[in-house]
Nanobody, 126 residues
Framework: QVQLIQSGGGSVQAGGSLKLSCAAS????????VGWFQQTPGKDREFVGA???????DYDDSVKDRFTITTDYTQDTVFLQMSSLKPEDTAVYFC????????????????????WGQGTQVTVSS
């Protein structure tokens, strides 16, 4: 069974950087869209960014120019590099994959993703 394994995260002061990793146990990333979402207590998962299967990257306006999504296809790993972090970035971050190959629609909807990582906590202090 294919799984997404997340790593990275932790605590950092405002203005700092963190890098999250999302590794697939199978070759998912070359033909599948991968998204990143954040979740805070009592709220739904919110869109952070996505790498569409063809390589186009989308970002939410709140993280644009601060966060960067990259992919290492040789290691089947997608990264979320977070810079200039703000206290409001504090959340649990999830990576997710669309099971349907070549699907690049509605990348900002959590409900459109089928497979999720376990989540990793990011805490930004002021």
């Amino acid at each position: 069974q294919v799984q997404l394994i997340q790593s990275g995260g932790g605590s950092v002061q405002a203005g700092g950087s963190l890098k999250l990793s999302c590794a697939a146990s199978g070759r998912l990333f070359s033909r599948n869209t991968v998204g990143w979402f954040q979740q805070t207590p009592g709220k739904d998962r919110e869109f952070v960014g996505a790498r569409r299967w063809m390589g186009i990257i989308d970002y939410d306006d709140s993280v644009k120019d601060r966060f960067t999504i990259t992919t290492d296809y040789t290691q089947d790993t997608v990264f979320l590099q977070m810079s200039s972090l703000k206290p409001e970035d504090t959340a649990v971050y999830f990576c997710a994959v669309k099971a349907t190959e070549y699907d690049s629609t509605t990348t900002n909807l959590a409900s459109s993703y089928d497979l999720w990582g376990q989540g990793t906590q990011v805490t930004v202090s002021s």
